[in-house]
């Protein structure tokens, strides 16, 4: 199955950015928030690396420039 990409290269980089700021958030606080931020932020690096959200999907959403 391969997704057509629907995530741009603006929005990858801020989605890697975050995710790895909060992956890093995560490891330094204790409690329940820490297990929210690690999986809001694997979910960011995971959807900026592969290009692809399923909720824009979802939502019609494409922030890929056009060619």
């Given at each position: 199955?391969?997704?057509?990409?629907?995530?741009?290269?603006?929005?990858?980089?801020?989605?890697?950015?975050?995710?790895?700021?909060?992956?890093?958030?995560?490891?330094?606080i204790?409690?329940?928030?820490?297990?929210?931020?690690?999986?809001?932020?694997?979910a960011?690096?995971?959807?900026?690396l592969?290009?692809?959200?399923?909720?824009?999907?979802?939502f019609g959403?494409?922030?890929?420039?056009?060619?």
């Amino acid at each position: 199955m391969k997704f057509q990409k629907n995530v741009g290269e603006t929005d990858k980089k801020i989605r890697i950015t975050l995710g790895v700021v909060f992956v890093f958030l995560a490891t330094q606080i204790g409690a329940w928030p820490r297990w929210i931020l690690l999986i809001l932020g694997v979910a960011l690096i995971l959807t900026g690396l592969f290009q692809f959200c399923g909720l824009y999907n979802l939502f019609g959403v494409n922030t890929c420039e056009r060619k």
